[in-house]
């Protein structure tokens, strides 16, 4: 069996890869994934090789494809695709090619028991659309696990968002084996099916931490507990969670490796989404004599598209530290 992934996002591609690898190396099953990105479909030789995998695959994933340049070519592999399809936190154009069973974005269902349930979930134009989203899989889930029958197919759909968002090596094998037990023929209870493990939409990472933390204060006891040196000033960095919890993470441990040879903390806060200001005032604060050097690649990692400012904010806090530590450690 053969699932086709698209996305804008390339962290994922080592993970689905790993995880449909491990997949068929503890259960004995041949499974593969094709995992594309949109900015592929401005190939034509990888364009044809992605229509042909789409067209032959026994399940189709897209997420975050919102480009008008690569709308119109989906379009036209999503329509000839006969397998089932589930479209995530994308563009209504495309989302609309979603269908799981008798779950279908697409159209009106004949039997109409849960359509008022069914039209929540049809795509909407604007910017809110993948919050709006998100919000009712968050509110969902956990009452639509125990119903039978047809909503069985929107719990997968839900489930998908949160697999995909909370992408850990863990949830990526558990996401596979979901598709492979509900969506292809003959996988029926010859995989196991587990529920998606939730993290936080902020916290603090770190690679020798055994899971993410989700205040400072259950940070700092675990820092504590190292007994190492980090007496040379604290510098803060901000990712994406998507990017803190898949297995691609070696430029992350290597900074952070890197300031604590240093005797510097590396206090790296992660969110769920572009904007970092909650990371910011949960993690980094003055209140500890201006110890903090926040690293931000640009304005859109603090205050998110449309709160430049906030970058200016974070600037001057830095300029701050730096005078009240007389000199900084940058990142």
């Not at 070696?250 to 604590?260: D, F, Q, V, W, Y």
């Not at 903390?265 to 209140?287: G, H, Q, S, V, W």
Request: glycine fraction near 8%.
């Amino acid at each position: 069996m053969r699932f086709v992934f698209l996305s804008t996002q390339d962290n994922y591609i080592t993970g689905l890869r790993a995880a449909a690898a491990a997949i068929t190396r503890e259960h004995a099953v041949d499974l593969t994934v094709g995992v594309y990105l949109a900015s592929d479909l401005a190939d034509p030789v990888r364009r044809e090789r992605i229509a042909a995998d789409v067209a032959a695959a026994d399940f189709v994933l897209g997420a975050m494809l919102f480009g008008e340049a690569y709308i119109r070519p989906l379009e036209a592999m999503l329509a000839r695709a006969t397998c089932p399809i589930a479209i995530l936190m994308s563009n209504p154009s495309l989302a609309k090619f979603t269908r799981l069973g008798k779950f279908n974005l697409g159209g009106k269902d004949k039997d109409d028991s849960h359509g008022g349930m069914m039209d929540s979930f049809k795509p909407k134009h604007g910017h809110s659309e993948m919050s709006r989203q998100l919000t009712l899989v968050k509110s969902l889930t956990k009452i639509l696990k125990f119903l039978p029958g047809r909503f069985r197919d929107l719990h997968s759909f839900i489930v998908l968002h949160l697999f995909w968002v909370h992408n850990s090596p863990e949830n990526l094998q558990r996401m596979l084996c979901t598709i492979a037990e509900r969506y292809v023929p003959g996988m029926k209870g010859k995989l196991p099916v587990e529920d998606p493990f939730l993290y936080p939409d902020v916290a603090l990472w770190h690679p020798d931490a055994p899971a993410p933390f989700p205040d400072l204060r259950s940070y700092e006891k675990w820092q504590k507990k190292r007994r190492l040196k980090l007496d040379k000033g604290v510098v803060g960095l901000l990712t994406l969670r998507v990017i803190a919890l898949c297995d691609n993470v070696a430029h992350l441990t290597a900074l952070i490796r890197a300031l604590e040879a240093r005797g510097i903390e590396a206090r790296l806060a992660y969110t769920a989404t572009l904007d970092n200001r909650p990371a910011m005032d949960a993690f980094f604060t003055p209140a500890d004599g201006g110890r903090q050097t926040a690293a931000s690649k640009g304005a859109t990692a603090v205050g998110g598209r449309s709160c430049r400012h906030h970058f200016w904010l974070l600037a001057g806090w830095r300029h701050g530290a730096e005078q009240a530590r007389g000199g900084a450690h940058r990142a």
